[in-house]
C-alpha cells in the first residue's frame, strides 16, 4: 500500500461499519494504542485505508483466534518490525546489485 493508503478517508461511523464492529470498539482500540487515526482539525477521527486494513488484523486476531488485546500488541509490534527488516533487506539487495555492475 503505497502513500494512498495514508489518506484519511473515514469517520468512525464509517470506519466501524466497513470492519462490521461497533464505534465503541474503536475508540477502545485507539484508548489502547492499537490504531492511532488522524484527527481533522475539528478533532474528528479519520480512518485511512491503511487504519482499516490494520483494524482488520485486529479483528482477525481477537474474533477468529482468540487473541487477547495485550497479544494483539505484541502480534502487530512484532509485524511492523518484520515489515521494516523487509524494507531494510530489499534496500540493501540494490545497493548490493549495484555495486556488482
Given amino acids: 500500500m ?9 469517520v468512525i461511523s464509517i470506519a466501524a461499519s466497513i470492519l462490521g464492529i461497533k464505534t465503541h470498539n474503536l475508540r477502545y482500540y485507539e484508548k489502547m494504542g492499537l ?35 495485550a497479544g494483539i500488541e505484541v502480534i502487530l509490534r512484532m509485524i511492523d518490525r518484520v515489515s521494516t527488516l523487509q524494507e531494510r533487506v530489499e534496500e ?10
Avoid at 540493501?92 to 555492475?101: D, M, Q, Y
Fill in 2 to 10: 503505497g502513500a494512498e493508503g495514508n489518506e484519511p478517508r473515514y
Fill in 35 to 69: 490504531i492511532q487515526p488522524l484527527r481533522s482539525r475539528g478533532n474528528i477521527r479519520l480512518y485511512s485505508e491503511r487504519d482499516i486494513a490494520r483494524l482488520r488484523q485486529v479483528k482477525t486476531l481477537t474474533e477468529d483466534m482468540g487473541v487477547n488485546l
Fill in 92 to 101: 540493501l539487495e540494490i545497493k548490493l546489485g549495484r555495486t556488482r555492475k
